[in-house]
């Protein structure tokens, strides 16, 4: 359990922020800090067992079908990056409570900072191929929140959706890559995985799978050609920069690659497309992080490089450049987390981040100077510093390797020119700044910030300095990390002088060179502008505007505006797609007989046939197409009782009564009659297009009744009883076997009852006061039979409907079917006494009964996680009381007063409010300029003077 805890703890800390955020500032940072500080103490204290050799695993079965457990493991490679994600995360929250302004939302910054950190923690930790791309998603999720923060902001916007789309195309690339790759080994367990790394390389879609998998971690890791989007995310407070380059996001995709180098590496492929992607990265990055002016820019481009560096490692893939590879993830962690809080720094205390407004900042802030030429030695590469130690083992590395065969000198030919490159932005960062003349005063003052801002920036630089005069502090560590990589431990020994060898001579000419290409920075900015400059934000806006384009000229092309082209597309798609299934059988009547047709057969399908057409042919004439649809609706429900399913019947004809009144009541808004819309061709097209379609289906249809089909209602007939306790098998099946569906079904009525009732809330339209031909509306708005009948038929629907819904689950019924006719009942009252009427007496609104019937079916759903068995999973009994007799109880009655609440409360919420939106009744004097159309709409003057209220009609002046 405690893994678990260690896991869930930073996500239930995105619950702090919100909740402490009125008590104050300093409160909500201490309480927001508190659960992964907690997380990180539970972590450490593990590290005993880790020496120990052990891994700790904790899994729980969530959904088994998907083979997806809520499974974690904590070995060496986690802990390291667990380290970073909560230890620096700890240090960026203390950091941005200074540097937020007061007025900004640090609640929500905060929640959105913790899910970063908890949706990282997550990828780490996960034992599961499945349950890692879930948090790899979440990651993408909340850093397009972290980025856009500042949402007011143009560059803000657009680079979080560059991020959110780059990052979100790779992990459906990677969703694929791992569903490959569990499919190769028949498992999506971690361990299962990485001990098949033989199988996986033999199995022929390996190359898919292994290409698929990178373009995840490629776009994650910003590596080339997905670089592009990482230096756009700047836009983020600078908080959220520090913590996304140094210890998150961007160290996603070398994770992914480093935890599943036992399975993945070992191949040509793999060598060569990690290596050279690594390569191009390293060099594209130092290069523009050489030409940029803005503080934050020149370390996003910094970023990028080294994390090629790493990615090269990674792909060399030798003992020894794994355990580079990690190492340097640690020393970069570091010292570019206190470079971009330096970077935050200097321009919270002095307004700007252009070198070219800054400049002689030692002396107004000396220390931040000396922290940030501390941290700029360790990112060069200086002697004595973290970061020479792993680019030594970087350069050893690259001299080794065969990866390009006769041409393996390039390698460590182009990783000096990387180191070069370093060493030379390194210096223009520290010296531009600090000790260069500046060329203008800054927009502030600079001063040196307050100590506790300053002090996580102090932390990291001390680590810098510290592993790089005693790298021996680190071998514990990474030790443990390299362990779960390379399959088992590994002996090694890190140490500052290795005697005078190549690498060392190549960073010598790396420091040499970098000084004096900085020196001549002003002819190598001058070269680089005989280039077209090309911004990638632009370049990729560009890019989405064309893809909507030709998204929306296609769209056009498809539909174009015009239902009937979008339902002749939608059914010759039907017919392509049926003719194939009929022209693939050797006959059409299958060995099954036929059932006998006598008159009562004979006369019910002349109805339906004479009702489908008709319903065709009157469509121009709303009220007899609706008229004759609704014999289309009763003889399919008695078409249902004919063939043995009394719960369809009873379903079909309450749905048909309730559709019906829906119909009814728009249609009193719109004009009697349609206007001529086809010509005879069109007309033509359609009857033959939709007789076609329908001989296709019929023939479907009959093909199928007349074969002997393997039908899952076997396995329903047979545990009705013993399963579900129910004689009733499909009230069984809605509200048992799978009451899941239904549960969603009922969730997304309520929600379209809730959406329809918000959209009907104010809405008011004017009655016409005739029909279509002139003809007077009754004056008589509630006839008095129409009243006489619906109070008697009140109490009798009500009995019926208890009566229905209690017997549901052995006889035809049902929470739905109970739900419809009560509603229908209760429409009907309010037809024949009026809106007001009917308030004053059922003054309750319908809203919380809809919502109130979701919340008990799906507290009786979680109510049998109590007793250790699955969501919904319904249980029965037999009970006997004196004078009452033997009787069965079932949880699913529960389950299914929830589906009645749920459909009387989502079904009175339209077809009330639907009758709401008229206006009293006007005269017909008043109404005799308008020829029976609707009023004008009401302006927002006479809006605001009626208080919500229909407006007054307008007069005869006013309508000449």
């Known amino acids: 359990m405690t893994l678990l805890w260690i896991a869930m703890l930073p996500l239930l800390g995105v619950l702090v922020p919100m909740l402490t955020a009125r008590?104050?500032?300093?409160?909500?940072?201490?309480?927001?800090?508190?659960?992964?500080a907690l997380a990180?103490?539970?972590?450490?204290?593990?590290w005993p067992n880790l020496a120990a050799g052990e891994a700790l695993r904790f899994s729980a079965t969530w959904l088994p079908a998907l083979d997806l457990d809520l499974a974690f493991r904590l070995d060496g490679l986690s802990l390291l990056f667990n380290l970073l994600i909560l230890g620096i995360g700890l240090l960026i929250l203390l950091y941005a409570?200074?540097?937020?302004?007061?007025?900004?939302?640090?609640?929500?910054?905060?929640?959105?900072?913790?899910?970063f950190m908890?949706?990282?923690?997550?990828?780490?930790?996960?034992?599961?191929?499945?349950?890692?791309?879930?948090y790899w998603e979440l990651t993408s999720l909340s850093s397009f929140l972290l980025i856009g923060f500042w949402s007011y902001r143009s560059d803000a916007r657009k680079g979080a959706r560059m991020a959110l789309t780059v990052t979100g195309a790779g992990g459906l690339a990677l969703l694929a890559g791992l569903l490959l790759l569990g499919d190769m080994v028949g498992s999506y367990a971690m361990d299962d995985v990485l001990a098949g790394g033989e199988v996986i390389l033999a199995d022929p879609r390996y190359p898919i799978m292994l290409v698929l998998v990178l373009l995840g971690a490629f776009t994650k890791s910003a590596q080339f050609p997905f670089q592009f989007w990482l230096p756009h995310a700047m836009a983020a407070p600078t908080p959220v920069s520090a913590y996304l380059h140094s210890a998150t996001m961007v160290k996603a995709g070398i994770f992914l690659m480093a935890r599943l180098h036992p399975a993945l590496a070992g191949s040509e492929l793999w060598t060569v497309i990690v290596s050279l992607v690594g390569t191009a990265t390293l060099l594209y990055g130092a290069w523009f992080a050489l030409?940029?002016?803005?503080?934050?820019?020149?370390?996003?481009f910094s970023t990028v490089s080294h994390l090629g560096l790493i990615t090269v490692l990674l792909g060399i893939g030798s003992p020894m450049a794994v355990l580079a590879a990690l190492f340097h993830i640690l020393n970069h962690a570091a010292f570019k987390a206190a470079l971009f809080m330096s970077a935050g720094i200097i321009d919270h205390e002095t307004g700007s981040r252009e070198l070219g407004g800054l400049g002689g900042l030692a002396r107004a802030m000396p220390v931040t100077a000396l922290l940030t030429s501390l941290a700029g030695a360790a990112m060069a590469g200086v002697p004595?510093?973290?970061?020479?130690?792993?680019?030594?083992?970087f350069f050893t590395e690259t001299l080794t390797t065969p990866v390009l065969g006769g041409l393996s000198w390039l390698l460590p030919v182009l990783a000096t020119l990387g180191g070069i490159l370093s060493v030379a932005y390194s210096l223009r960062l520290v010296h531009a700044v600090f000790f260069k003349p500046a060329r203008k005063a800054p927009p502030k003052s600079p001063h040196e910030p307050p100590w506790l801002m300053r002090a996580p920036v102090e932390l990291l630089v001390v680590i810098c300095v510290v592993v790089g005069l005693a790298p021996v502090l680190a071998e514990g560590l990474l030790g443990l990390a390299v362990q779960p990589v390379l399959g088992g431990p590994l002996d090694f020994h890190l140490a500052i002088w290795h005697g005078i060898n190549l690498p060392l001579g190549m960073s010598v000419i790396a420091l040499a060179v970098g000084v004096a290409a900085y020196w001549r920075h002003a002819e190598l900015r001058h070269f680089a502008r005989g280039f077209r400059p090309v911004?990638?934000?632009?370049?990729?806006?560009?890019?989405?505007?064309c893809l909507g384009r030709w998204a929306e000229r296609g769209l056009a092309w498809f539909d174009g505006g015009s239902l009937q082209r979008y339902m002749t597309w939608l059914l010759l798609a039907a017919l392509l797609m049926g003719g194939l299934g009929l022209a693939r059988m050797s006959g059409l009547t299958g060995e099954q007989g036929n059932q006998p047709i006598d008159g009562v057969l004979l006369l019910g399908a002349g109805l339906l046939v004479f009702g489908g057409i008709g319903t065709a042919v009157t469509h121009r004439y709303r009220l007899i197409s609706l008229l004759m649809l609704s014999v289309v609706g009763l003889v399919v429900s008695l078409t249902f009782a004919r063939f043995s399913a009394p719960d369809l019947a009873l379903t079909q004809l309450s749905v048909e009564v309730v559709t019906m009144i829906l119909l009814m009541l728009a249609l009193f808004f719109l004009p009697q009659k349609t206007p001529t819309e086809s010509s005879n061709r069109r007309n033509l097209r359609d009857v033959v297009l939709a007789g076609t379609l329908g001989l296709v289906v019929a023939s479907l249809n009959y093909a199928v009744l007349t074969r002997d089909n393997a039908a899952i209602s076997g396995f329903f007939l047979d545990n009705s009883v013993p399963g579900g306790g129910g004689h009733n098998v499909v009230n069984v099946i809605l509200v048992d076997f799978r009451g899941f569906d239904t549960l969603g079904e009922i969730t997304v009525l309520a929600l379209a009852g809730l959406a329809i009732f918000k959209l009907l809330n104010r809405l008011r339209l004017f009655m016409p006061h005739s029909d279509g031909e002139g003809r007077v509306w009754s004056p008589d708005r509630y006839p008095a039979i129409l009243t006489s009948i619906s109070m008697a038929l009140l109490p009798l629907a009500l009995l019926v409907s208890a009566f229905i819904f209690l017997r549901g689950h052995n006889q035809p019924g049902g929470g739905f079917i109970a739900g419809l006719i009560t509603a229908v009942a209760l429409i009907l009252l309010y037809m024949a006494r009026g809106v007001e009427w009917a308030q004053q007496r059922l003054d309750f609104p319908y809203q919380p009964v809809a919502i109130a019937g979701v919340g008990v079916a799906t507290l009786t759903?979680?109510?049998?996680?109590?007793?250790?068995?699955?969501?919904?999973?319904?249980?029965?009994?037999?009970f006997h009381l004196p004078l009452v007799g033997d009787f069965e109880l079932a949880t699913a009655m529960l389950f299914d007063l929830g589906v009645y609440l749920a459909v009387v409360g989502a079904t009175l919420m339209i077809l009330a409010n639907l009758g709401k939106v008229t206006t009293p009744h006007r005269p017909a004097k008043e109404e005799a300029s308008t020829d029976g159309a609707a009023a004008r709409p009401r302006s927002s003057k006479e809006e605001a003077s009626t208080d919500g209220a229909a407006v007054r009609p307008r007069s005869s002046k006013e309508t000449t």
């Open 118 to 134: 908890a949706s990282m923690v997550g990828i780490v930790m996960a034992d599961n191929l499945i349950l890692l791309w879930l």
């Open 291 to 300: 030409l940029k002016t803005d503080l934050k820019g020149i370390l996003a």
């Open 97 to 115: 409570h200074f540097y937020l302004s007061a007025e900004e939302p640090f609640g929500r910054f905060y929640a959105y900072l913790i899910l």
């Open 40 to 46: 990180l103490l539970l972590m450490l204290a593990q």
């Open 384 to 393: 004595l510093f973290n970061g020479f130690l792993s680019k030594e083992m």
């Open 23 to 36: 008590r104050g500032r300093r409160f909500s940072s201490l309480a927001t800090a508190a659960l992964p």
């Open 861 to 878: 759903g979680l109510g049998s996680w109590l007793f250790g068995h699955p969501f919904l999973t319904s249980a029965f009994g037999h």
């Open 535 to 545: 911004d990638a934000r632009l370049v990729f806006e560009a890019a989405v505007q």
